[in-house]
C-alpha cells in the first residue's frame, strides 16, 4: 500500500467510463487510493504485479471478463486479494457462480456508492484480520492463506476457490465444529444456495484432502455441523 492512502489501495476494473470516474472519484475522497484498468487482461496484469487492498471488479469487461480474471487470479497467480463484483446481473446462480470463481463479495448495479465503501471497508476490516494467521496446520495439512497454497504430507493440493474458502474457514475454527448454516452465511451471505451446492463442494474437497491418505481429517458431525481434526491427537479422541 502507498503511504499516502491510508485508508487501502483499490483496483477499480470497469469499462464504463462515468462509473469508473465517479467511483475512483469518491473513493479518492474517502482516503483511497485508485488504480484503474477499463478492460479484464489490464486488470489481470495489475493486479498481479501490485499489491492491493482490495479488487472492485465489473463482471462484464472486454479481452478478459471478471469471472475469468478472478478465477485466473486465484488458480494462476495465487492472489488471496479480496475481490468484489459489480454486475449488473441480479440472479442467485450469477451470485454463485461469482463467488465459485474466487470473489469474495458481490454488488449489484444500479448500487449506493456509499453502501460500495463500506463493502470495501468490511473486506478490508477482514483481510486485517486475518494477516497474523497466514499458516493453518492441523496434523499433516498446511494452509499458507496468504499464497493460497494447500499441502498435506508435502504434497500439493489441487482446489477450487470455494474449496479453499471452506478448508479456511474449518481449519481456522479447528477442531471446533462449524455448523452448516455458519459456512454457508459466511461464503454465501444472505443469498443462501440449494442445499446440495454445500454438500457438493465438501464431497470435493473431502476427496482432494483426505482421499489420497490413511488418516480421515474433514469430519462429519451428524446433525451439528462439520469440522476438521486429527482426531488421534484431540484430547478424549
Request: aromatic fraction near 4%; charge should be negative; proline fraction near 4%.
Amino acid at each position: 500500500m502507498r503511504h499516502e492512502d491510508p485508508a487501502g489501495l483499490i483496483l477499480l476494473v470497469e469499462d464504463n467510463r462515468s462509473l469508473s470516474e465517479m467511483v475512483g472519484e469518491y473513493l479518492e475522497s474517502r482516503g483511497f487510493g485508485v488504480d484503474y484498468a477499463s478492460d479484464g487482461l489490464d486488470g489481470y496484469r495489475l493486479a498481479v504485479e501490485n499489491g492491493y487492498d482490495v479488487i472492485v471488479l465489473d463482471l462484464m469487461l472486454p479481452r478478459l471478463d471478471g469471472l475469468d480474471l478472478c478465477r485466473r487470479l486465484r488458480n494462476e497467480a495465487k492472489k488471496a486479494t479480496p475481490v468484489l463484483m459489480l454486475t449488473a446481473r441480479d440472479t442467485l446462480s450469477d451470485k454463485v457462480n461469482g463467488l465459485d470463481a474466487g470473489a469474495d463479495d458481490y454488488l449489484v448495479k444500479p448500487f449506493a456508492i456509499q453502501e460500495l465503501e463500506a463493502r470495501v471497508r468490511a473486506l478490508i476490516r477482514r483481510e486485517r484480520r486475518q494477516v497474523s494467521a497466514e499458516v493453518l496446520k492441523v496434523g499433516d495439512l498446511v494452509l499458507d492463506t496468504a499464497s493460497l497454497r494447500a499441502t498435506r504430507a508435502g504434497t500439493e493440493l489441487q482446489l477450487s476457490p470455494i474449496g479453499l474458502r471452506l478448508l479456511t474457514i474449518l481449519m481456522r475454527e479447528s477442531p471446533r465444529v462449524v455448523t452448516r448454516r455458519d459456512i454457508e452465511r459466511e461464503i454465501w451471505g444472505d443469498g443462501l444456495p440449494d442445499s446440495d451446492t454445500l454438500r457438493s463442494h465438501l464431497y470435493n474437497l473431502r476427496k482432494a484432502i483426505d482421499r489420497p491418505f490413511q488418516k480421515a481429517l474433514l469430519h462429519t458431525v451428524q446433525t451439528a455441523g462439520y469440522r476438521i481434526a486429527d482426531l488421534d491427537g484431540a484430547p478424549g479422541a
